[in-house]
C-alpha cells in the first residue's frame, strides 16, 4: 500500500518559526539572525551598532552560545535586555530554543531584535528561526576564500559585514576576492567594510539598518 | 548538515503518517533530496539504519531521487540544469544573475506501508 507523505523533513522547525514569527509582528520587531565564524568580532559588532543606534531605535539581543554567559554580560552592561541561551553542544540556533526564550523578553518594547547564533559557518544557516534577515559576518583574517568554502552562508544572508579591515595590512585578503565571491553567490547581497576596533564603517552599517527597520 | 537529526526527522514523520493510514509496518520511504541540500546521502542512510532499530520501520529502505541544481539565468534567458553541488555562475554565459530553482529539496514524497 503507497501513502502520499509530501512533506518537508525539516517542517517542525518551519512550524515553529512560522510561529515566532507571528509574534515578531505582533510586537512590531524586526529581528535579525547573526552569523559568522567564532571569533569574527559578531558581539563587537553588537556592541559598536547598539551604541551607533544611541536609543534612537530599541534592541534586545539573544546571545546564542554553547556555554558561558561572557558575551551576554558584555551586552548587559550596555542597559540593553538579553537573554542566553546554552546550547549545550548543539552548534546552531533553531526555531524551538528561540520559541522558549521569547516570553523573558520585553518584545513589545523592542525594536529590533538581534540573535547571535553560535559561532560556525555551516549549519546554523540552514535552520530558520522566524528571522526577517539573516546577516552575516566575516572578519578579514579569516582568509579570502571562505565565501567559495562555505557557500550557503552567503548565499542566504542579505548583508555581509567584513569586520576588522583595520588589520589588513597585515593579511594576505583580498578584499576585491572576497567581494567578487560572494555577489557571485549572491548579487543582491549588501557589503559593509568595518572595524569594530576602529569604528571605520559602522555608522554606514547602522544607517542601513534603521532605514531596513523603518521600512 | 545534521543528517542523524534529519533521519530522526524522516522516521518521526513516516511513522505518524503509517500510523494515520492505519498501518503497522514501513516497507520503504522514499525521499526528494537536493544536490544543493547540504545532506551527505550516504551519512543520511547510515543514520537512518540506526535511529529504525526497534521502530515500525526497522525494516524499511530508503530511496532517495536526487535532484540536480537548475535554474534561470536572467542575463541570458538561459533554462539550465547542472551537475554542480553549487554554482557561481550561469554555465552558458557566465554572469551572475540567476536564479535557483531546483536543488535545496528536502522532502519525504511517499512510502510503501502494510
Request: glycine share 6%; hydrophobic share 45%; aromatic share 6%.
Given at each position: 500500500?503507497?501513502?502520499?507523505?509530501?512533506?518537508r523533513?525539516?517542517e517542525?522547525n518551519?512550524?515553529?518559526a512560522?510561529e515566532?514569527?507571528?509574534?515578531?509582528?505582533e510586537?512590531?520587531?524586526y529581528?535579525i539572525?547573526?552569523?559568522?565564524a567564532p571569533?569574527?568580532?559578531?558581539t563587537?559588532?553588537?556592541?559598536?551598532?547598539?551604541?551607533?543606534?544611541?536609543?534612537?531605535?530599541?534592541?534586545?539581543?539573544?546571545?546564542?552560545?554553547?556555554?558561558?554567559?561572557a558575551?551576554?554580560e558584555?551586552?548587559?552592561?550596555?542597559?540593553v535586555?538579553v537573554?542566553?541561551?546554552?546550547?549545550?553542544?548543539?552548534c546552531?540556533?533553531?526555531?524551538?530554543?528561540?520559541?522558549?526564550?521569547?516570553e523573558?523578553?520585553?518584545?513589545k518594547?523592542?525594536?529590533?531584535?538581534?540573535?547571535?547564533?553560535?559561532?560556525?559557518?555551516?549549519?546554523?544557516?540552514?535552520?530558520n528561526?522566524?528571522?526577517d534577515?539573516?546577516?552575516?559576518?566575516l572578519?578579514?583574517?579569516?582568509?579570502?576564500?571562505?565565501?567559495?568554502?562555505?557557500?550557503l552562508?552567503?548565499?542566504e544572508?542579505s548583508?555581509?559585514?567584513?569586520?576588522?579591515?583595520?588589520?589588513?595590512?597585515?593579511?594576505?585578503?583580498?578584499?576585491?576576492?572576497?567581494?567578487?565571491?560572494?555577489r557571485?553567490l549572491?548579487?543582491?547581497?549588501?557589503?559593509?567594510?568595518v572595524?569594530c576596533?576602529?569604528?571605520k564603517?559602522i555608522?554606514?552599517w547602522?544607517?542601513w539598518?534603521?532605514e531596513?527597520i523603518?521600512? | 548538515?545534521?543528517?542523524?537529526?534529519?533521519?530522526l526527522?524522516?522516521l518521526?514523520?513516516?511513522?505518524?503518517?503509517?500510523?494515520?493510514?492505519?498501518?503497522?509496518r514501513?516497507?520503504s520511504?522514499r525521499l526528494?533530496?537536493?544536490?544543493?541540500?547540504?545532506i551527505?546521502?550516504?551519512?543520511?542512510?547510515?543514520?537512518?539504519?540506526a535511529?529504525?532499530?526497534?521502530?515500525i520501520?526497522?525494516?524499511?529502505?530508503?530511496?532517495?531521487?536526487?535532484?540536480?541544481?537548475s535554474?534561470l539565468c536572467?542575463?541570458c534567458?538561459?533554462?539550465?540544469?547542472?551537475e554542480?553541488?553549487?554554482i557561481?555562475?550561469c554555465?552558458?554565459c557566465s554572469s551572475?544573475?540567476?536564479?535557483?530553482?531546483?536543488?535545496?529539496?528536502?522532502?519525504i514524497?511517499?512510502?510503501e506501508?502494510?
Amino acid at each position: 500500500m503507497k501513502v502520499k507523505v509530501v512533506t518537508r523533513i525539516l517542517e517542525a522547525n518551519e512550524r515553529i518559526a512560522a510561529e515566532n514569527r507571528r509574534l515578531f509582528d505582533e510586537a512590531k520587531v524586526y529581528v535579525i539572525n547573526l552569523m559568522s565564524a567564532p571569533g569574527a568580532g559578531k558581539t563587537s559588532l553588537l556592541e559598536k551598532t547598539i551604541k551607533e543606534l544611541n536609543g534612537k531605535i530599541k534592541p534586545a539581543v539573544i546571545e546564542g552560545d554553547i556555554a558561558g554567559t561572557a558575551d551576554a554580560e558584555r551586552i548587559s552592561s550596555l542597559g540593553v535586555p538579553v537573554i542566553q541561551i546554552n546550547t549545550g553542544g548543539a552548534c546552531h540556533l533553531d526555531a524551538n530554543m528561540i520559541n522558549e526564550v521569547l516570553e523573558s523578553l520585553p518584545l513589545k518594547e523592542t525594536d529590533l531584535l538581534f540573535v547571535e547564533n553560535v559561532g560556525n559557518l555551516v549549519c546554523p544557516a540552514e535552520f530558520n528561526i522566524g528571522e526577517d534577515m539573516k546577516a552575516m559576518v566575516l572578519s578579514i583574517t579569516e582568509g579570502d576564500d571562505k565565501p567559495l568554502k562555505y557557500p550557503l552562508m552567503f548565499q542566504e544572508s542579505s548583508a555581509l559585514i567584513l569586520n576588522k579591515i583595520d588589520l589588513l595590512p597585515y593579511t594576505n585578503a583580498s578584499m576585491e576576492k572576497i567581494r567578487k565571491d560572494a555577489r557571485s553567490l549572491n548579487p543582491s547581497l549588501k557589503i559593509f567594510e568595518v572595524s569594530c576596533k576602529t569604528g571605520k564603517g559602522i555608522a554606514e552599517w547602522a544607517d542601513w539598518l534603521t532605514e531596513k527597520i523603518r521600512s | 548538515m545534521h543528517e542523524a537529526s534529519i533521519a530522526l526527522s524522516v522516521l518521526e514523520i513516516a511513522v505518524d503518517n503509517c500510523r494515520k493510514a492505519g498501518y503497522n509496518r514501513i516497507e520503504s520511504i522514499r525521499l526528494k533530496i537536493g544536490r544543493a541540500s547540504g545532506i551527505m546521502l550516504d551519512a543520511l542512510l547510515f543514520a537512518f539504519n540506526a535511529v529504525k532499530a526497534d521502530t515500525i520501520a526497522a525494516e524499511a529502505s530508503v530511496i532517495i531521487d536526487e535532484i540536480p541544481v537548475s535554474g534561470l539565468c536572467s542575463s541570458c534567458g538561459k533554462d539550465f540544469v547542472t551537475e554542480e553541488k553549487y554554482i557561481l555562475c550561469c554555465p552558458e554565459c557566465s554572469s551572475a544573475s540567476f536564479n535557483i530553482k531546483t536543488g535545496r529539496e528536502l522532502e519525504i514524497i511517499d512510502m510503501e506501508v502494510f
